[in-house]
Every structure is written in C-alpha cells, then in structure tokens.
Nanobody
C-alpha cells in the first residue's frame, strides 16, 4: 500500500525557516520523481518543487532561491527546506507521487507564516 506522511509544518514568523519531510512507504522513491504541492486557503493546488530520479530539481518561480528539495533514498524520504518564508507561503504542503494508476498524496502539513 502506497503511503506518504508529511511532517515539519508549523507557525513561523516572516523570514523564518521550516524543514518539511515526507516519508514514503509501499514504493521506492529512488525509482520515481517526487513533488511538493501546496494549497493556500481558498485557492487550488500549486506545484512547488520536484526532484527527478537522478536528483535534478525544479521550482516554481516564487520559491526559487528560498526552497530546496532533497531526497534520501536510504530513508525513503524527501524533504523541503524552506527559508526566508513570507505570508504568501502559508498553505498546506503535500508530497505527491505519480504512478501510472494515478496520483498519491499525503495528508499534508500546515505551514503558517505570520507575525
């Protein structure tokens, strides 16, 4: 059974940092690309970042230079280091795995950036 469990969210002041983690089970992240997606209140899902099998990383323009995605194949985990956070980063963050049968999402972790 595929399962994704995110953690690491919380309340942080503008300019602060958080590190999100996503532990995968039921498949090996080493064999697939993985993505982070977020959904702000009242808005649709927004792709944030992705990492390929060989470690190539991509980011949406609004987080480039502030967020860093990484993978630890030994722990079957991906992470998202988020620095210099702004209120516009407030959202529920999800890791996403795309399989030919469909997309799998975790339960999400809430990130709130507020003073």
């Amino acid at each position: 059974e595929v399962r994704l469990v995110e953690s690491g969210g919380g309340l942080v002041q503008p300019g602060g940092s958080l590190r999100l983690s996503c532990v995968a089970s039921g498949f090996l992240i080493s064999s697939t690309a993985m993505n982070w997606v977020r959904q702000a209140p009242g808005k649709g899902p927004e792709w944030v970042s992705g990492i390929s099998v060989d470690g190539f990383t991509t980011y949406t323009s609004s987080v480039k230079g502030r967020f860093t995605i990484s993978r630890d194949n030994a722990k079957n985990t991906i992470a998202l280091q988020m620095n210099n956070l702004t209120p516009e980063d407030t959202a529920v963050y999800y890791c996403k795995y795309t399989h030919w049968t469909g997309d799998y999402w975790g339960q999400g972790t809430q990130v709130t950036v507020s003073s």
